[in-house]
């Protein structure tokens, strides 16, 4: 499969860019075409220009100036995005490339009555995300009830590519994990991808 696999963390000796390379060199194992979206090295822009948010409903999206992103995504067959969950949300810089290239006429239509959107990411097959978490287990899943996942699952994959299988790997405690536990957790992105075809 065509793969995309999107990094978003600023440190290239981060954990994130280590659990990253450990999937590309999984991916790139079995076979697949794997392209590199690494959001901080490129130095991506997250704030939606204005020209951006007057073409969210005003005729055509004016996505100029993220063209290449854009492409990428719609070509992908697979995703696998890597970041590290930062007060329980997204990294600015994955929001931003949500909110930029997830865009109307890119991974969406709007319906002419503004009701429910159309999905456009037809391609998109597998998605896998990998995410790291300072807290314990049981805040993310009991307290906050596992809100990343949830927004991913429903509002952006729910509503852009619902054909795309969703799997999500959490590592917590991150700031405290020893060489045998990131093993373990690298063991499990492992199985993850061995089911991609």
Known sequence: MRCLVV?????PGSLTHALAAEAIRLLEAAGHEVVVEDLCATGFAP????AERGGYYAGAYDGSAVVGEAARLAAAEALVLVFPTWWFGFPAVLKG????????GVA???????????PRLHR???TL????LGSPWWVDRLVLRRPVRRVLKTALLGTCAPRSAFDMLSLYGAERL?????????ARIARALSSWA
């Not at 990094?7 to 440190?11: D, V």
């Not at 704030?47 to 204005?50: F, G, N, P």
């Not at 969406?108 to 159309?118: E, M, P, Q, T, V």
């Not at 020893?178 to 690298?186: D, G, I, K, L, P």
């Open 7 to 11: 990094i978003a963390h600023p440190l």
């Open 47 to 50: 704030a939606l220009t204005a």
């Open 97 to 104: 490339w949500f909110d930029r290239v997830w865009a109307p």
């Open 108 to 118: 969406y239509d709007h319906a002419s009555d503004l009701g429910s959107i159309r």
């Open 124 to 126: 998109l097959r597998r």
């Open 129 to 132: 995300a990998i995410t790291t």
């Open 178 to 186: 020893s060489a045998a536990q990131v093993q373990r957790f690298n």
